[in-house]
């Protein structure tokens, strides 16, 4: 079985400053795929990046990055220039690329980050 | 991108009544669809994955005969809460596969509260 950990459940961080989330994930699995996601106030998911497990190079969306470390079955999520609309919940996820059955497509959430942004 | 909608966003039974959450995939068709329970501050629970025209498989711990899952068609899955009690009050979600199974999109939830 897969799991994933965020241990830290609350952050802050000044507008415009940058902040770093952990998450670290335990698999026998070879093949994945991570995701970050945010969740605002609103409850919508919305997915904020994705990094394949074969590939070395960390993903980047705008002020998004992931520093992905693969023997050390670490995952975190840079956000420069921190934002006030970046205040939301933050979810580390996993999933088993390619599964089949009743696994396909199924998602493993770590326990979330609250991400606060202050001006 | 591809949308995903939750009707309704917000209700309010009575207790020991049951009611229904519809998920509609607006325009893809989605092979998959979960479904999650979220308790404030805390992460998504999968309570079950169900696929189209087949009956739904269950995580451990979740009452099958309580959370009634129907997935008639390629663009709707719903999830029947029976006989509805305080404590099945929360937030419930539910997401789409999309071509790929990378691709997950989620609905925008719908808050039951039970009294």
Known sequence: ?119 | GAVVSQHPSRVICKSGTSVKIECRSLDFQATTMFWYRQFPKQSLMLMATSNEGSKATYEQGVEKDKFLINHASLTLSTLTVTSAHPEDSSFYICSATGLADYEQYFGPGTRLTVT
């Open chain 1, 1 to 119: 079985a897969q799991t994933v950990t965020q241990s830290q459940p609350e952050m802050s961080v000044q507008e415009a400053e940058t902040v770093t989330l952990s998450c670290t994930y335990d698999t026998s699995e070879n093949n994945y795929y991570l995701f970050w996601y945010k969740q605002p106030p609103s409850r919508q998911m919305i997915l904020v990046i994705r990094q394949e497990a074969y590939k070395q190079q960390n993903a980047t969306e705008n002020r998004f990055s992931v520093n992905f470390q693969k023997a050390a079955k670490s995952f975190s999520l840079k956000i420069s220039d921190s934002q006030l609309g970046d205040t939301a919940m933050y979810f580390c996820a996993f999933m088993i690329s390619g599964a089949g059955g009743t696994s396909y497509g199924k998602l493993t959430f770590g326990q979330g980050t609250i991400l606060t942004v202050h001006p």
